[in-house]
T-cell receptor, first 114, second 113 residues
Framework: AQSVSQHNHHVILSEAASLELGCNYS??????LFWYVQYPGQHLQLLLK??????LVKGIKGFEAEFIKSKFSFNLRKPSVQWSDTAEYFC????????????FGAGTRLAVHP | NAGVTQTPKFRVLKTGQSMTLLCAQD?????MYWYRQDPGMGLRLIHY???????AKGEVPDGYNVSRLKKQNFLLGLESAAPSQTSVYFC????????????FGSGTRLTVV
């Protein structure tokens, strides 16, 4: 079945450590790619998105993601995490066709310790 | 402020009761969606609408009904609530052009006891 896979369900880091969260999708054709963040008790916020062009996308709060078409991947990175990055991170895809439906991965819970 | 508004924000239901969740958007978006969020499962699409008067099933439609009588509103109904429907429900809207992404509401936390 077509899907969005996030490799890590839980990640624990110390402040200043580097972060990379994996995301793979199984849809062919043109895709739009997103990373959302959900801070504790809050709703979803868009971190960054990729539609076309430069495969390295920069988002808010120092996050970036790289689209590698050959690997069907869209990994999220941050060089140095802060305690305030503690949140749940969701990768999501809009496949071509299909009424703009946004398909989510299961999410990765990130805990950053001071 | 323009955006997507969900009401209510919290609700506790007894098994077998019914309720309707309201989603309203003021951005003149064509497409609207209802998702549920459960731990470890991300957000799953329940139903969606591609325009006034239209609805379609998503990934997990069973036990839910929807209506889109007005373009700005998308209602999610639970006719006979079950504990398995305890979840956080998010509404979203989009222009229908896949390059514009989504606007999400702040969510409704529903507990069925």
């Amino acid at each position: 079945a077509q899907s969005v896979s996030q490799h890590n369900h839980h990640v624990i880091l110390s402040e200043a450590a580097s972060l990379e969260l994996g995301c793979n999708y199984s849809y062919g054709g043109t895709v739009n790619l997103f990373w959302y963040v959900q801070y504790p008790g809050q709703h979803l916020q868009l971190l960054l998105k990729y539609f076309s062009g430069d495969p390295l996308v920069k988002g808010i709060k120092g996050f970036e993601a790289e689209f590698i078409k050959s690997k069907f991947s869209f990994n999220l990175r941050k060089p140095s995490v802060q305690w305030s990055d503690t949140a749940e991170y969701f990768c999501a895809v809009i496949p071509s066709g299909g009424y703009n439906k946004l398909i989510f991965g299961a999410g990765t819970r990130l805990a950053v310790h001071p | 402020n323009a955006g997507v508004t969900q009401t209510p924000k919290f609700r506790v239901l007894k098994t077998g009761q019914s309720m309707t969740l309201l989603c309203a958007q003021d951005m003149n978006h064509e497409y609207m969606y209802w998702y549920r969020q459960d731990p470890g499962m991300g957000l799953r699409l329940i139903h969606y609408s591609v325009g006034e008067g239209t609805t379609a099933k998503g990934e997990v439609p069973d036990g839910y009904n929807v209506s889109r009588l007005k373009k700005q509103n998308f209602l999610l109904g639970l006719e006979s609530a079950a504990p398995s429907q305890t979840s956080v429900y998010f509404c979203a809207s989009s222009q229908g052009d896949r390059n514009y992404g989504y606007t999400f509401g702040s969510g409704t936390r529903l507990t069925v006891v």
